[in-house]
T-cell receptor
Framework: NAGVTQTPKFQVLKTGQSMTLQCAQDMNHNSMYWYRQDPGMGLRLIYYSASEGTTDKGEVPNGYNVSRLNKREFSLRLESAAPSQTSVYFC????????????FGDGTRLSIL | RKEVEQDPGPFNVPEGATVAFNCTYSNSASQSFFWYRQDCRKEPKLLMSVYSSGNEDGRFTAQLNRASQYISLLIRDSKLSDSATYLCVVLSQGNLIFGKGTKLSVKP
C-alpha cells in the first residue's frame, strides 16, 4: 500500500520554465491538497480539491494551477517558474473533510535558478 | 496575531527527560486539533489528535484548553528517536493551519 506518491522527488528548473508535479493516492480519499514548505515557515496551502471535479484556492495560489484528474490524482503546475517558488512541495489527502488527519507524500524538492 | 504560534526551540534535552511544547491559536471557532511530527527532510506524519478532555498515547499526552486557545504536548521519558520537529495543527475555517514547528533534540 503506497499511500500518497509524489513525482518527481527532486527537480531543478530555470526561471520561466514550466513543469507539473504529480500526486497520486491509493487510499480512496476524496480530498487532496498541495502545500509548500519554506525554511522558517509553516506549511502553507496552495490549492485543494475537496472532491473529484472541484478545486479551490488556498493561502498562496498565485503562480500555480491544479488539476484533479480523477479521484486518485491531483497535479500542480507551475506555468512560468520563478525563484520565489523554490520550496519543498507536499501533497496530502484525507477522507471527506479536513477534520480527519491528512496523509502526506514524501515531498518534491524544487529549485528554480 | 499569527493563526497558530509555537515556540520554535530548539529544545535540547537528555534522554529520559520530560519535555512540554505549547501552542496557541487565534481563531476561537477552530474545530479540530492535531500534533504532527516531521523528521528532517521528511513529510509530516500525524502523531496524535487532541481532544477536549485531553488524551494520552503511551509517553505522549496532549491537552486542549479552549478558553485560553492553548494546546500542549507532553513527552515523558524522552528517547533519541523522539528527535524531530513537532507541528501544532488547527482546523480553522475548513482548512488545516500549521504552526512553524518546535524542534526537539534528545541527546544521549
Amino acid at each position: 500500500n503506497a499511500g500518497v506518491t509524489q513525482t518527481p522527488k527532486f527537480q531543478v528548473l530555470k526561471t520561466g520554465q514550466s513543469m507539473t508535479l504529480q500526486c497520486a493516492q491509493d487510499m480512496n480519499h476524496n480530498s487532496m491538497y498541495w502545500y509548500r514548505q519554506d525554511p522558517g515557515m509553516g506549511l502553507r496551502l496552495i490549492y485543494y480539491s475537496a472532491s473529484e471535479g472541484t478545486t479551490d484556492k488556498g493561502e498562496v495560489p498565485n503562480g500555480y494551477n491544479v488539476s484533479r484528474l480523477n479521484k486518485r490524482e491531483f497535479s500542480l503546475r507551475l506555468e512560468s517558474a520563478a525563484p520565489s517558488q523554490t520550496s519543498v512541495y507536499f501533497c496530502a489527502s484525507t477522507y471527506y473533510d479536513s477534520n480527519q488527519p491528512q496523509h502526506f507524500g514524501d515531498g518534491t524538492r524544487l529549485s528554480i535558478l | 496575531r499569527k493563526e497558530v504560534e509555537q515556540d520554535p526551540g530548539p529544545f535540547n534535552v537528555p534522554e529520559g527527560a520530560t519535555v512540554a511544547f505549547n501552542c496557541t491559536y487565534s481563531n476561537s471557532a477552530s474545530q479540530s486539533f492535531f500534533w504532527y511530527r516531521q523528521d528532517c527532510r521528511k513529510e509530516p506524519k500525524l502523531l496524535m489528535s487532541v481532544y477536549s478532555s485531553g488524551n494520552e498515547d503511551g509517553r505522549f499526552t496532549a491537552q486542549l484548553n479552549r478558553a485560553s486557545q492553548y494546546i500542549s504536548l507532553l513527552i515523558r521519558d524522552s528517547k533519541l528517536s523522539d528527535s524531530a520537529t513537532y507541528l501544532c495543527v488547527v482546523l480553522s475555517q475548513g482548512n488545516l493551519i500549521f504552526g512553524k514547528g518546535t524542534k526537539l533534540s534528545v541527546k544521549p
